[in-house]
């Protein structure tokens, strides 16, 4: 039973990782979102691991996991309403280029 969660946390630490390596280093605003989704996706795969496959197996880590989804879900409706506006406003959605508060 070791192997088996081990091998659904090494995903999920390698998912995290591909997500936080793509939100600090690209530059478009849409890749850094869909970065930040990968890395809620991996805690998401965490959790039902762990709730599954844990040492006192119940359904609390199934339902953090769907909390968590429902939040990712209202989050990337925001950031997309919020990159609709500063691209009509700027034209752009570089990351860079994204300092309306800076002047």
Do not use: H
Request: charged share 15%; net charge positive.
């Amino acid at each position: 039973m070791s192997d088996q969660i081990s091998s659904y946390l090494m995903l999920g630490a390698i998912l995290f990782c591909v997500g936080l390596y793509g939100a600090l280093s690209k530059k478009s605003a849409i890749v850094v979102l869909l970065c930040i989704e990968l890395m809620l996706n991996a805690v998401n795969l965490n959790l039902v691991a762990f709730s599954k496959l844990g040492v006192v197996p119940s359904l609390t880590g199934q339902i953090f996991s769907l909390f968590n989804i429902t939040v990712a879900a209202a989050e990337v409706a925001v950031g997309v309403a919020l990159l609709i506006a500063l691209y009509r406003n700027r034209g752009t959605t570089e990351v860079k280029d994204m300092d309306l508060l800076k002047k």
